[in-house]
């Protein structure tokens, strides 16, 4: 079965002190790995695709790791404004679209 | 451009009525899934649609949920015969096709009395 945890369940940061989040994920025949941001009474926003082991995409501050068993999302000197909850998600080769979903890290940045 | 538009944004009911949920996705996207987000819980797939293919209903958790989708555009989420445990955000995405990254509305907050 296709399952996807997130860690740490909530990470509190202050401005500018970098740190990273981990999403580890079991999927038969990954077929993208997706980042995303969702802000209270908000519906997730798209923030990256990566495809295979090795991949890299980066985004101001934000910057997106995957190998075969996990993925990280490691944030750089964040800000205030980065404060949200980052979903992970998985397509695997038994999808016809869907995408699996972890619960989330739930990141709070004080000034 | 436009995003994803649901409708009701919220939808308060009284238990065993039924409630009608809308989905505007973006135009020309051919690909339309419907998720329900429960508080701490991650957000579960309910049903997809692409294109005139008959839809994939697996993550339906019951037969009291039903979707339609008129003209390969909006779509509609039937839940019949409400429950207290069907109170969570749906939400609605879509994607130009299969295979592309899924932009999501803000969802329908249903809360079940």
């Known amino acids: 079965e296709d399952q996807v945890t997130q860690s740490p369940e909530a990470l509190r940061l202050q401005e500018g002190e970098s740190s990273s989040l981990n999403c580890s994920y079991t999927v038969s025949g990954l077929r993208g790995l997706f980042w995303y941001r969702q802000d209270p009474g908000k519906g997730p926003e798209f923030l990256f695709t990566l495809y295979s082991a090795g991949e890299e995409k980066e985004k101001e501050r934000l910057k997106a790791t995957l190998t075969k068993k996990e993925s990280f999302l490691h944030i750089t000197a964040p800000k205030p404004e980065d404060s949200a909850t980052y979903l992970c998600a998985v397509r695997g080769g038994g999808s016809q679209g869907n995408l699996i979903f972890g619960k989330g890290t739930k990141l709070s940045v004080k000034p | 451009g436009a995003g994803v538009s649901q409708s009701p944004s919220n939808k308060v009911t009284e238990k065993g009525k039924d409630v009608e949920l809308r989905c505007d996705p973006i135009?020309?996207?051919?690909?339309l899934y419907w998720y329900r987000q429960s508080l701490g819980q991650g957000l579960e797939f309910l049903i997809y649609f692409q294109g005139n293919s008959a839809p994939d209903k697996s993550g339906l958790p019951s037969d009291r949920f039903s979707a339609e989708r008129t003209g390969g555009s909006v779509s509609t989420l039937t839940i019949q015969r409400t429950q207290q445990e069907d109170s969570a955000v749906y939400l609605c995405a879509s994607s130009p096709a299969q295979n592309q990254p899924q932009h999501f509305g803000d969802g329908t907050r249903l809360s079940i009395l």
């Open positions: 135009s020309g996207h051919t690909a």
